[in-house]
Every structure is written in C-alpha cells, then in structure tokens.
T-cell receptor
Framework: QQQVKQSPQSLIVQKGGISIINCAYENTAFDYFPWYQQFPGKGPALLIAIRPDVSEKKEGRFTISFNKSAKQFSLHIMDSQPGDSATYFCAASLVTGGGNKLTFGTGTQLKVEL | EAGVTQSPTHLIKTRGQQATLRCSPISGHTSVYWYQQALGLGLQFLLWYDEGEERNRGNFPPRFSGRQFPNYSSELNVNALELEDSALYLC?????????????FGSGTQLSVL
C-alpha cells in the first residue's frame, strides 16, 4: 500500500526556473514531512523538513509548502541550478513516541538544463 | 566526523545464497534503519534497530533479518536470495530524543542476484 504519492516522475527545468514537486499522503497521523535529495551513487541526504503545525518552511532556495486539509505538500526550488539535478524523494512519518520509520514517495528525477 | 558507512559497496550473489550487509552508524547514534531501494519503487522500509533491539519491521518476508551489535553497528542478512532481491540497500542512523527525526543515510550496498 503506497501511502505517499509523488509527482511528477521526472522534470526538466531551465536554469533559473522554478522546480515544483508534489506529494500527497494518506495517513493523517503523520507528523513529519522531509524531502531528501539523492545524487547517483550516493545515499539520500536530508534537504528540508516540515512539521504539520506550519504551512511553509523556507531554507535558502528550497521551500516546502504544506496543506494539511488537502493532505498535500510540495517542494519548490527557486532559481534552479544544474547542480540541483538529482532525484528528490518526499517522505512522511510519525516521529512522536520514538523512532522515525519513513514512508517514501517514488522519487522525481530533476534535470536542470543550461 | 565520519558519516554512515556501509560495506561492501557491491555484492554479487546467485539465487539461493545468503548475503550479509554491514553498517556503521554515525558516532553517538543509537538507531539504525535499513531500507531497500529497488528500481522505480523508491525506498521501502525494512528494519529499525535501537539499543540492540529490533523496534519495527517493514512488510518483508522473514528471510530478511538483522541485528545490532553493542557498538550500535548493524548487519542485514538476506537468506535464500531471489532475483527480485537485487536492489540498493541503504542504512541510515539517527540519535534519540528530539533529534531522532533526522536520518542520515550511507551510500548503500548494491546487491545483485544472478
């Protein structure tokens, strides 16, 4: 059962453009929503994360928008750069009470072209 | 500070054999998570160990097992290998308490079953 749906599967953006990746979740008990970035041959690295008590979080060029009522969240990459070309995964988990068993989306391959 | 280290980087086995994958967490981290990353399926949660105990298990058959040692390193064992076990196996670690939500991943072990 896939509990986190991610789209699009792949994305091509021009340098300087905005990249937008969307995710939807089913389990309303989730209380932690991170985004991971993965380069070829490497493990995923935490990019940015949000808790459901806020609607937006920004770190540099990366912003998470969170819509609790719609059970959706998205990653916006402003001023996209070729170095941002990677696979991005959204995830969700219930961290309250201990542990962090993440449920991941299927990933979005982002390519930023010059 | 050293990150999460996994060995071996690549492992080639034949169907029916057993595979052993190893993981050393970041110093000070007590929790170790194992994920399977098969092509096109995102990351699937396998196992969570903390303080030497198995805390949670994903939807995988019993031939996937593991353990955590007193120094918090961990082993993942896959018995009776099947072709569909071919995947990248990722280990992640985290600390406990308020920081437990941040998972740090290793670069993975690429398991190929022939």
């Amino acid at each position: 059962q896939q509990q986190v749906k991610q789209s699009p599967q792949s994305l091509i953006v021009q340098k300087g453009g905005i990249s937008i990746i969307n995710c939807a979740y089913e389990n309303t008990a989730f209380d932690y929503f991170p985004w991971y970035q993965q380069f070829p041959g490497k493990g995923p690295a935490l990019l940015i994360a949000i808790r459901p008590d806020v609607s937006e979080k920004k770190e540099g060029r990366f912003t998470i928008s969170f819509n609790k009522s719609a059970k959706q969240f998205s990653l916006h990459i402003m001023d996209s750069q070729p170095g941002d070309s990677a696979t991005y995964f959204c995830a969700a988990s219930l961290v309250t009470g201990g542990g962090n068993k993440l449920t991941f989306g299927t990933g979005t391959q982002l390519k930023v072209e010059l | 500070e050293a990150g999460v280290t996994q060995s071996p980087t690549h492992l080639i086995k034949t169907r029916g054999q057993q595979a052993t994958l190893r993981c050393s967490p970041i110093s000070g981290h007590t929790s170790v998570y194992w994920y399977q990353q098969a092509l096109g399926l995102g990351l699937q949660f396998l196992l969570w160990y903390d303080e030497g105990e198995e805390r949670n298990r994903g939807n995988f058959p019993p031939r996937f097992s593991g353990r955590q040692f007193p120094n918090y390193s961990s082993e993942l064992n896959v018995n009776a290998l099947e072709l569909e076990d071919s995947a990248l196996y990722l280990c992640a670690s985290s600390s406990w308490g308020q920081a437990n939500e941040k998972l740090f991943f290793g670069s993975g072990t690429q398991l190929s079953v022939l």
